[in-house]
């Protein structure tokens, strides 16, 4: 939803159908999920309960819906089908937060919730709920004594956590804004049982940023604390190759496990980086880059570019294949460097712009040599080919940077210099 759209009030996405990008009805809203926050700052909209026509309900993350309106909800149509379960730090929206008696800040007057608010923040993927739709007086929802209002979510007390509460709830809300580094950073510090505590209540796309930013011997520790369908979500929501280097410190046993656990596709891209010696080209890539086909354009190319979820090193370059999109791909055609995107006219195709004079890298290409390609061509990736022509995936300098350091890295000088220079 774009900025500016219309807030919508939970009450009328209630029961309202749910369905995948060709039209077909994929289930009903059953509820919507938040995290609650520190003090009075609007609660953060994680994703919808969805009853699906099995009469399962699973839930779906907002990033895995675009359209929402008072008649209708559009998915991407990727629907996990495990079965929803409620997590310490979530709050069920329709089910717990309304009808509570809560405060008005102002007046000290308690108030009855009868409805919330939800908008979409501008420019960002993020979702808040933002107003309150109360009742004054003592009487319940049903009653029509007293007068409505609508107000901010910050003036009203009573949902919000306590600023000295107890639990992960209250760690997790202080560790909000820090990025993945830093908060796996405060994770390695914590004592073990605190470290799975937190790590239980993170959701996971965010437990998945923080565990690439880990230890291996932190990342071995908390998935062996989740539940092993939990474990297997983590792992799906991982980049494929750190998800891969994860797994390759595990027993065998407990990698099919996992593996077996994991959406197919997801599981398919962690296998064959598993077949990939770890200090290769192979071990090293990631199989998701930006792939186009040859027809396409630069508008094309730059609104892939855009994705919020792209790393800078992903973003930096496009691939120019063949079909299949997918890797393996079709015949590798070349690479388009972002900066040559940016001068050429939106409706130029991407195919005419290749630089098909840089060599790819092979996947058992060592990492020094990885290393010296990089250097060599002043890259921030790479693209790695197979025998037959194939892009396997891309190699970018941080996951090199990560097996170039010292295997302590993450716990000594950088963190120290940082805090001394307020980083």
């Not at 520190?38 to 994703?47: D, Q, S, Y």
Request: some cysteine; aromatic content about 4%; charged content about 30%.
């Amino acid at each position: 939803m774009a900025a500016g759209a219309p807030r919508i009030f939970v009450s009328h996405l209630a029961g309202v159908p749910v369905f995948d990008p060709v039209g077909d009805q994929v289930g009903r809203v059953s509820d919507l999920v938040a995290m609650l926050r520190v003090g009075r700052r609007p609660p953060r909209l994680l994703g919808m309960v969805v009853e699906v026509l099995s009469r399962r309900r699973v839930f779906v993350p907002m990033t895995r819906i675009t359209g929402v309106a008072s008649g209708q909800v559009i998915t991407t149509g990727v629907v996990n089908m495990r079965r929803f379960e409620q997590r310490p730090t979530e709050r069920l929206v329709l089910g717990e937060l309304l009808d509570r008696r809560v405060t008005l800040v102002e007046s000290g007057e308690e108030v009855t919730v009868l409805d919330v608010a939800i908008q979409q923040l501008p420019a960002r993927r993020d979702w808040e709920i933002d107003k309150v739709f109360v009742r004054k007086g003592k009487g319940g929802v049903l009653s029509r004594k007293g007068e409505t209002l609508t107000v901010e979510w910050s003036a009203v007390t009573g949902f919000s956590l306590e600023e000295h509460g107890q639990g992960a709830e209250s760690l997790l809300a202080t560790f909000e804004k820090l990025r993945p580094a830093d908060l796996a950073n405060a994770l390695h510090h914590l004592s073990p049982k605190r470290r799975a505590e937190v790590a239980a209540a993170l959701d996971d796309d965010r437990l998945a940023d923080v565990l690439e930013e880990l230890p291996e011997d932190d990342q071995v520790e908390i998935i062996g604390k989740l539940k092993e369908e939990r474990a297997a979500d983590v792992l799906e929501a991982m980049d494929p190759d750190d998800a891969a280097d994860l797994l390759s410190e595990l027993p065998e046993e407990d990698q099919e496990r996992l593996l077996t656990l994991m959406q197919p596709d997801d599981a398919a891209d962690v296998r064959r980086l598993l077949a990939y010696e770890e200090r290769t080209a192979g071990g090293l890539m990631t199989t998701e880059p930006i792939v186009l086909r040859p027809d396409a354009t630069v508008a094309d190319a730059l609104a892939r570019v855009r994705q919020q979820d792209l790393s800078p090193a992903l973003a930096a370059q496009v691939y120019v294949c063949r079909p299949p999109d997918e890797t393996p791909t079709g015949k590798y055609l070349g690479t388009v460097h972002f900066q040559r995107l940016l001068r050429d006219p939106p409706f130029t195709l991407v195919s005419s712009l290749v630089d098909s004079d840089l060599p790819p890298l092979g996947p058992d290409t060592p990492l020094p040599a990885v290393t010296s390609y990089l250097a060599a061509y002043n890259m921030v990736a790479a693209p790695v080919v197979d025998e037959s022509g194939s892009l396997l995936g891309a190699v970018t300098v941080d996951d090199v940077l990560d097996h170039l350091l010292p295997d302590d890295w993450r716990e000594t000088e950088f963190h120290e210099e940082g805090a001394r220079h307020g980083g």
